[in-house]
């Protein structure tokens, strides 16, 4: 059995072709079997929502995210979430992954892009083991397998892809364990997977899982209970699976691959899909060892390319109807191709240096933009920032402003309380004084009256009194009362003056004892009051009285 890349550079050829017409039947005017039923079909899955008719909304919406998930795959993702609303049961849970599994191979086919397959595989590995449900281990398997296979082909490692098989079989265990009709699309996808993996790998069991692909199909066509259909197209995919059948070289017989041959080419022909005829006879004749006829099917395929306007990597097939023609001896038309090819590789490249140039240009510009559009927001957020300075700084100075008011407010306040209290103090004192003032008046008009009272009964006596002593008598009390009114007026003179005046008060040794004694002795000539007894003590030495005898006493 020859090696794995044997059997690579044997097939490269068809392979090239297979890929250029897969690249070219992605865009959409190059898929014509899908462009006219993409409606057709949105219109069943309308119809089925509308009927509640689960089986219909299942299979339009599996067509519709296959036709779109290559050329338009924005719009094949809306269906996928589309599926999430119309079909919500745990039992479709299967069937939605089968449609996002799908997704994710186109994209890995058409744009050679793993970032969304790595995506998916990072969300499912966050979460811990005992928290992915059944579906997402079997989506997470068959991920794992389909990742491993495509990054291996990229980085031509083709030694890594027999690694991939045991998680597709691993997902394929899980997958027995469902219904038929719930695991049917899910499984279809892993049998294709696995299948390939299997060529890969020089397993004659290849074979084995594209048949179950089909008894899996059949399957499904008979679960339809709903009344015939005149324009369902049903060969579609088992076109493609005898087509794919085709591709196994020696991991059939001969005679078995002959049989596929004819059955696809059968299918191939009721639907007048002339890509599947050209490829696949261009690889059937090559196995066959018929490069002649191989490499005329080839110029069916350029031919078709010409009067269409497709757009494919014509270089690639010119490049690989050579390798057709030096197996069948024929050097002039093998260089000849491979001047056609050489010059439309070199058209490409330029066209496509042409591209990547302008790709760059775009791209300087688009820098040149970004960076003018991040120096104008440096600009803008140097402004914002001395505004914002500023407002700060007038802010801090406005607070500074406000707390020295409040300080100086404060300042105020205080001394107008102050002045208040002061206010109140004085107005009290001036009650007081008032008050005093009153008194004082009210005592000494009390004190002159006495006085005058006597002066006056005593004239007024001495005026009818013929008796010389009584006379005598009542000049004596007039004396007396005058010299009385004398006194008292000279001490309110002599207060009147210490209270006007602003000199110093005149200061002199005086005897405190005489003072009190005279006093004492006024008072008792004053009241004259026989029952009223005056006492007279002085200290001396350690503090005890001198005398405790009354010094008069009447």
């Known amino acids: 059995m020859r090696p794995i890349i044997s059997k690579v550079l044997s097939g490269a050829v068809f392979l090239t072709i297979c890929a250029a017409l897969t690249a070219h039947s992605a865009s959409p005017a190059a898929d014509s079997l899908s462009a006219a039923p993409t409606g057709h079909w949105e219109q069943t899955l309308a119809e089925a929502a509308g009927a509640g008719d689960d089986y219909g909304c299942r299979e ?59 995506h998916a595989l990072a969300k499912l590995r966050e979460k811990r083991p005992g ?46 364990k469902y219904p038929l009709d719930e695991r049917v699309h899910l499984e279809k996808l892993c049998r294709e997977e696995l299948s390939d993996l299997y060529s890969y790998a020089e397993d004659r069991r290849a074979a084995g899982e594209l048949e179950k692909c089909l008894d899996l199909h059949r399957a499904w066509l008979a679960m339809d209970t709903r009344p015939d259909r005149p324009h369902r197209d049903t060969t579609e995919y088992p076109m493609q699976i005898y087509g794919k059948m085709v591709f196994l070289l020696d991991l059939i017989p001969r005679e078995q691959l002959t049989e596929y041959y004819d059955r696809c080419m059968q299918l191939a022909r009721e639907r007048n899909d002339l890509e599947e005829i050209y490829r696949t006879s261009a690889r059937y004749y ?23 306007g497709k757009k494919a990597d014509l270089g690639s097939i010119y490049m690989a109807q050579s390798h057709m023609y030096e197996k069948a001896g024929d050097y ?70 406000q707390q020295a008011m ?22 009290c004192r001036a009650a007081e004084s008032e008050k005093m003032k009153t ?37 004596e009390e007039i004396r007396k009362s005058t010299a009385a009114l004398t006194s008292l007026l000279e001490n309110m003179l002599e207060l009147s003056k210490l209270i006007s005046t602003e000199e110093p008060l005149p200061v002199a040794e005086t005897d405190v004892c005489l003072i009190c004694a005279e006093r004492l002795e006024l008072q008792k000539q004053l ?28």
Not at 142 to 147: M, N, V, Y
């Open 439 to 475: 008194a004082f008046i009210n005592s000494m008009c009390h004190e002159i009256r006495t006085p005058l009272n006597a002066i006056n009964g005593f004239s007024e006596l001495m005026l009818t009194e013929e008796d010389p002593e009584a006379r005598h008598l009542y000049q």
């Open 286 to 308: 090559e196995c066959m060892g018929d490069n002649l006829r191989a490499a005329a099917y080839v110029d069916s395929v350029l031919t078709h390319y010409a009067r269409t």
């Open 406 to 427: 409040v300080r100086r407010l404060e300042r105020i306040r205080k001394q107008l309380t102050a002045a208040h209290e002061e206010a109140q103090r004085q107005s």
């Open 60 to 118: 339009a919406l599996d067509r519709l995210v296959q036709k779109l998930a290559v050329r338009e795959p924005e719009r094949a993702l809306e269906f996928i979430r589309l599926a999430d609303s119309l079909l919500p049961e745990p039992r479709h849970a299967l069937f939605r992954a089968s449609l996002n599994v799908c997704w994710l191979w186109k994209q890995m086919i058409a744009a050679n892009s793993f970032e969304a397959t790595d």
């Open 131 to 176: 928290n992915l449900t059944p579906e997402e281990l079997i989506e997470l398997e068959f991920l794992t397998g389909l990742s491993i296979d495509y990054q291996s082909i990229a980085a031509e490692a083709y030694g890594n892809i027999p690694q991939a098989i045991p998680y597709v079989e691993q997902a394929l265990r899980r997958l027995e």
């Open 332 to 401: 002039e038309k093998a260089l000849k191709a491979v001047r056609e090819g050489n010059e439309y590789r070199y058209h490409n490249r330029m066209d496509e240096a042409q591209r990547h140039l302008a790709e760059m240009r775009t791209l300087l510009n688009v820098d040149r933009l970004e960076l003018e559009k991040a120096r104008l927001a440096d600009r803008s957020k140097f402004f914002m920032l001395v505004a914002g300075a500023v407002v700060v700084l007038l802010l801090v100075g406005w607070i500074i402003y």
């Open 527 to 554: 009241s004259a009051n026989p029952s009223v007894a005056y006492s007279f003590e002085t200290m001396e030495g350690g503090g005890e009285p001198a005398s405790s005898q009354p010094m008069r006493s009447i």
